[in-house]
């Protein structure tokens, strides 16, 4: 019974209904009021037209696109005017599209190219990033000429589109790209639904495999989406709770539910910057323990507002974040954290690894993949996203703030590996032990994989603010030292 | 061999390497195995590895796409594809 209406977008009368022109009003008026009110422009009119109009969907997706686009142009290009801000529009539309015209020609691709579209993929938009992040500077241009906006805009850009442009290079090598459109790649290039430069429901093939037609299918996929945007609405309540109960902060939809009471701790960058002596031994766990909970719900939400947008347009892709607070292994927690940067990872470094240690014994060629995706991969994934922030500070940051990370990602790679062998030694072979046993062994395989993460949240936080020095004290405080 | 011997071999694959809660005969040749929950990501390298080593598939040379690998059909397919 309860699974039966935890399950109430899967009821076959609600899902008939929901496909008939009144239920898709209906359908449409619960989005308006559920979707995230800095997401309603431009999502609620172009999915007014998808609900009239699903076979034209990526040409609608297309067309918000633009609006995207638009406002991706940072503020700082927006001094040189109207055209300034469409010089920078036109050169990232045209450097996409060079990106899919190669795509679609693969195979007319010089050699090297083919071997390695990846790696040329990053390679000439790196040369892009630096051109254009050196061009204000070494050649004197003025953000405020159009040029100057076009060399900002590039900036933003890059970070933003780079692993899109993976994916579309990904299509070429696998011959989808050459019957696709331009336009169609406009979808996840420029998402209505939003996003950083991880693309929530990742290229234009797995958007195809994941897009519903058929009438039933696709009416269940939108009411997916309307649940998962009740979801981000539970856990909004739930997370300003949270919030209010330790920093004594209100926060909205719940106000300050707990009338003033609070346990009076800090978010984890502030605690860290004031160090450990300024807090008693179990409050500095409580602080690491609230943050880390504070940000996995954050994403949780943010991701179940992004992926609700996504099914309502009717594909049925998989959510961000699922449950990662029961995983029971480190791997798993990965796998249900924030899957579409994972996906990333293993697409453009796992799988490859993998593949090409072929001759290596199995074992190996896991832990090396693993170690190229979740460390590696991780490593530079962040280094472009926040280069301004590594690379413009001088040589004394860019140790420091390089170095947090590093910690960071070495200690998930060999965690991920470990957690990987040990899930593989035990595939086929469930200890027999009775049934409170093994829900004692299960919340304690949960609360070790909750330490292992919100310790890691130490070397991942305030990447501009805390010291790899401030970082070491604070673990040192977490053990009383 | 014939696309029914390839599926017998496969299924008695997934069947050894599935979890244990989801019977292999709930799942249609169509379903997504791993969001069916018969497989877990980790199991996905099992499937190419088994790949490999059974039908002396090579990926790099083909290039991989994990979507050829979620589904019954979808396995089978590339295996016919690379006998031709």
Known sequence: MIRRLWNWHEEPALVERAATPTGRVLLWVAAAVLVRADMRWPVLPLLALALASPGRRFDLLALGSLWVLYTKVPQSAHLAGPVGVGLGMLLSLGLLWLTFRAARRFADL????????????????????????????????????????????????????????????????????????????????????????????????????????????????????????????????????????????????????????????????????????????????????????????????????????????????????????????????????????????????????????????????????????????????????DFPDYFLHGPVALFDRLGGRLVYCVALGLGIAVSMLREQRRRGNPAPLPDGWRQARRLRAMAGVWLFYALLHVWSVGLTRLSLGERVRWMLGLVGL | MSRDTNRERLLRFLDAIRRPETPLAAIREDENLIRAGLIDSLAVLEIIVFLETEFEIEFPATGLDPGHLTTVTAILDLIDAHAR
């Open chain 1, 110 to 385: 010089p050699a090297a190219v083919r071997r390695r579209p990846l790696i040329w993929t990053h390679v000439t938009g790196l040369a892009i990033l630096a051109g254009a992040s050196q061009a204000t500077d070494a050649l004197g241009i003025a953000p405020s000429t159009p040029a100057g906006a076009a060399a900002t805009t590039l900036q933003v850009m890059v970070p933003f589109l780079l692993w899109r442009a993976c994916y579309l290079a990904l299509s070429g090598k696998r011959g989808s790209a050459a019957e696709s459109r331009f336009r169609d790649h406009l979808a996840y290039w420029f998402p209505v639904w939003g996003g950083g430069p991880t693309p929530y429901g990742k290229g234009l093939d797995y958007l195809r495999s994941q897009r519903m037609d058929e009438p039933m299918q696709l009416s269940q996929t939108r009411l997916a989406g309307l649940k998962l945007l009740l979801l981000a609405w539970l856990w909004t309540g739930v997370r300003s709770v949270i919030v209010s109960a330790l920093y004594g902060r209100a926060a909205w939809p719940v106000g300050n539910l707990l009338h003033g009471w609070s346990l009076e701790l800090t978010t984890l960058v502030p605690a860290i910057d004031a160090g450990p002596g300024a807090f008693a031994f179990g409050a500095r766990w409580a602080v690491l323990i609230g943050d880390f909970l504070r940000t996995t719900l954050g994403l949780a939400i943010m991701g179940h507002f992004l992926i609700g947008v996504l099914r309502l347009f009717g594909f049925r892709v998989f959510r961000n974040t699922y449950k990662p607070l029961l995983a029971t292994t480190v791997v798993e927690f990965w796998n249900r954290y924030y899957y579409y940067f994972k996906e990333l990872l293993v697409e453009f470094f796992f799988y490859p690894t993998f593949l090409a240690t072929a001759k290596r014994p199995r074992r190996v060629r896991m832990v090396l993949a693993v170690i190229a995706a979740a460390t590696c991969g991780n490593l530079y994934y962040h280094v472009v996203r």
